[in-house]
């Protein structure tokens, strides 16, 4: 009958709302909890409490970026072929928010004198939290992804984009805060001061598995496409054009090298207060949310690849800032004029404003210029290769402990800017002629969603 084609066509159309709601609800609660565990400095620095092993703080970023891209894969094998995502997004959702939940527990009933005689039982508890936490969030961003691209209607999907973004920079803002009273000044001594953050993140991650739940997926009339022949893994190298951008890609995301130790080191070698760690959490976020517009303006008038040089560039300014730092500090006039080295500790807070800003650019360019010369049929391909050697370069600040532990931060900080050095220079490797499709391509729009963590 038309007047029951007439009800369910506006029945749809409101559910396709609501869906877009209930969408940015998702994701702004998800940027939340992701700010409340931001691995290379909040995490890294609560191994640095329980171990002066530097090759096991460096083991922090490694395990959450590594795992979580890995995972991603079999995301893709297991839940492709599937007609309903929502399910597998749900799951995922509610095993990161029991991992988290856990280490809450356990960080929370820890005492201080129970860490003083032995501090591998939380440090076991904790690595193995966050695996089973990495694992699922890259198994699930799959599904997820997919089942927001369905939701939310291609005319309304502009608005959603849009509508994302900001919510997200503001809810990341508004966890950095959370971060900066839970490890403040009046905070509860560690672990406990942990534990309230690991509790708060918990309940993000049950926010986002119940709005998760609550989207109406739309049923699908015929089942998902069989998947295509299978090809090479290694088909993609025979690109030039990729070859060069994965090189690019790996030198750049090798200076990663020392983002979990930029904090242990204003704390050992500047004088910064361990409460501190707030306020540098605020400092990444907002670089991270104030120069994500100058990205989306930068790629519009000069192409992706123009992004991702300004992030080869910008990620220099960290380990300059760290090398030049506490030769200022240590000049007779900056000591006389402030004594209780708080103009050193807030300057040295730019190094992690300069991180938040280059993975902001990171995240804006790398998909959409990977995008702009794979074939449209192998791009899962590209991406696939490309995250899974990623993925073991996300294991570079283990070798960047192990350098700590023998030649001192100095050699640290030297052997990433010549790894910057170079990446710049392998920028210039990268195509310009490459025309951007950016986030409007319907394949990247609606199946993909750019991490904080700057992963494709």
Known sequence: MVGAEVR??????????????????????????????????LLAFFVAELTPSYPTIGLV???????WTLARLPGRLITGPRRRKQPWSFAAAVVRAGAIGVLAVVTSRTSPT?????????????????????????FGS??????????????????????????????????????????GTNAVPFPGNYGLLFLSATVC?????????????????????????????????????????????SLLSATAVIDPFLFLYAVTRLGAPVDAIGRYCVLGVLGWVLTAPLWVWL??????????????????????????????????????SFPDQALVVNLYGMAIFAIGAALAAQSRANTSYL????????????????????????????LGGVLIERSGYEALFAVTIALGLVAVFASGWLDEALAARGPQDMRLGRDMRALPSGRI
Not at 61 to 67: L, S, T
Not at 119 to 135: D, E, H, M, N, Q
Not at 230 to 247: C, E, K
Not at 301 to 328: C, D, E, H, N
Request: include cysteine.
């Open 114 to 138: 129970a860490l003083s005689q032995s501090a591998r039982p939380l440090l076991g508890t904790f690595f193995l939290c966050l695996i089973v936490y990495s694992l699922a969030g890259g």
């Open 299 to 336: 790629e519009r008038r000069a192409r992706s690849r123009s992004v991702l040089q300004a992030a080869a560039v910008i990620r220099l300014v960290a380990p300059a800032i760290a090398l030049v730092v506490p030769q200022l500090a240590a000049t007779a006039p900056l000591r006389q």
């Open 61 to 67: 970023p490694g395990v959450a970026i590594g795992f």
């Open 8 to 41: 369910h066509d506006s029945s749809e159309r409101r559910g396709m709302a609501l869906n877009a709601i209930l969408g940015v609800a998702s994701e702004a609660v998800a940027a939340t909890a992701e700010t409340l565990l931001l691995p290379s400095l």
């Open 205 to 249: 991650l049950i926010a986002v598995a119940v709005v998760t739940v609550a989207i109406r997926e739309p049923s699908l009339s015929q089942p998902a496409p069989p998947a295509g022949p299978r090809r090479s893994v290694w088909l993609p190298l025979r690109d030039g054009r990729y070859r060069r951008f994965l090189a690019f890609r």
């Open 371 to 398: 995008a702009g010369f794979a074939p449209t049929p192998r791009l899962a391909s590209y991406t696939g290769l490309t995250n899974a050697i990623l993925a073991a370069v996300a294991f570079v600040p283990v």
């Open 142 to 183: 799959v599904p997820h992804a997919i089942l927001l691209g369905r939701s939310v209607s291609a005319q309304a999907w502009s608005v959603f984009i849009r509508q994302r973004a900001l919510w997200s920079a503001l809810a990341s803002i508004a966890g950095a805060f959370v971060v900066a009273r839970l490890l």
